[in-house]
């Protein structure tokens, strides 16, 4: 039996360079942000590549099944599933959403800059944020083929300095769907 699964990307980046990160973390405090990732991303299964694994506060992500693309698995601990490769990865979740009582599970790509490359075409949704700042960093989002995506949703976050929920600046985080 075969399932097939619908797969999302899901970014953060700075306008103009598309800066996604700086070495080895996100360098910048969206608050509202990080709502929404885990509004967006929880009860799915989300994929990554190592370098984002190890980047991350708390692993696994809690609530989510997370796959972990490396050409080391030994490096993977039993809390996450490593993956080989893209089609191993995807084939992983195919095989995690059979017989799922929820069948509206999809695999949302949480990156980095290699893992959204190579899932740029298999990916049918986007939901990117695009922050209004100019932030220095090693790690960037992919050129987007824009003629292959239109925008279906659009929302504005105002920057809050100095609060503790804290937006470090303003950003929209947009859907696209691919055409
Ligand atoms: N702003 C955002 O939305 C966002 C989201 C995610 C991450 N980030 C940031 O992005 C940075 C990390 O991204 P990154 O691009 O450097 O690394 P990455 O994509 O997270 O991980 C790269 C690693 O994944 C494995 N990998 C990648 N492609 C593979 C393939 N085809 N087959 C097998 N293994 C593969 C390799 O691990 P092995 O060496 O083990 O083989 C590679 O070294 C961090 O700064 C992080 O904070 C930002």
């Known amino acids: 039996m075969t399932a097939t699964i619908q797969i999302e990307m899901i970014a953060a980046m700075t306008k103009g360079l598309q800066v996604i990160g700086s070495h080895g973390t996100i360098p910048w405090m969206l608050a509202s942000d990080m709502v929404h990732f885990r509004d967006t991303t929880r009860g799915q299964i989300v994929v990554m590549g190592k370098r984002t694994w190890l980047s991350l506060p708390k692993r696994p992500l809690p609530n989510r099944?997370?796959?972990?693309?490396?050409?080391?698995?030994?490096?993977?601990?039993?809390?996450?599933?490593?993956a080989s490769s893209v089609i191993d990865a995807i084939s992983i979740a195919q095989l995690a959403i059979i017989d799922d009582p929820e069948p509206k599970r999809k695999l949302m790509v949480i990156g980095g800059s290699e893992i959204y490359q190579a899932f740029m075409r298999h990916a049918t949704v986007m939901h990117l944020t695009h922050i209004n700042a100019t932030v220095?960093?090693?790690?960037?989002?992919?050129?987007?083929?824009?003629?292959?995506?239109r925008k279906t949703d659009e929302r504005g976050f105002e920057a809050t300095p100095g609060t503790p929920k804290l937006d470090q600046y303003s950003f929209e985080i947009c859907r696209y769907e691919r055409v």
Do not use: C, R
């Open 136 to 149: 220095s960093g090693d790690t960037y989002f992919p050129t987007v083929d824009w003629d292959m995506w």
């Open 65 to 82: 099944l997370n796959i972990v693309i490396t050409h080391h698995p030994e490096d993977i601990p039993e809390i996450a599933v490593s």
